[in-house]
């Protein structure tokens, strides 16, 4: 019983470590090429780039306000390569 326990806690305590809150950034215009790729329903007045390359889209549900990755119509985020340093 004291296994099932831990294992539990451990699970939770693993799945929290993957959450981090997103960073205040700003958000900018989108070319025509990304507007185009951007699946409908999804919020393209306020976008932004992330350190990962990908673009967000500000989301405002009932309940929170949140920035979710900008998808394609088959369900892919929609990404830029990154500059080689």
């Known amino acids: 019983m004291k ?3 831990y294992a539990g806690l451990a699970a939770i305590l693993g799945l929290a470590a993957c959450v981090s809150a997103t960073p205040e950034g700003e958000t900018e215009e989108l070319n025509e090429e990304v507007r185009a790729l951007a699946a ?3 919020d393209l007045s306020q976008v932004r780039l992330e350190s990962d390359g990908c673009y967000w889209y500000r989301y405002e ?3 929170e306000t949140t920035f979710l990755p900008l998808m394609t119509r088959d369900d892919r985020m929609i990404c ?3 500059p080689a340093i």
């Open 61 to 63: 549900g009932r309940v």
């Open 40 to 42: 409908p329903g999804q």
């Open 3 to 5: 296994l099932v326990r």
């Open 80 to 82: 830029v390569r990154t």
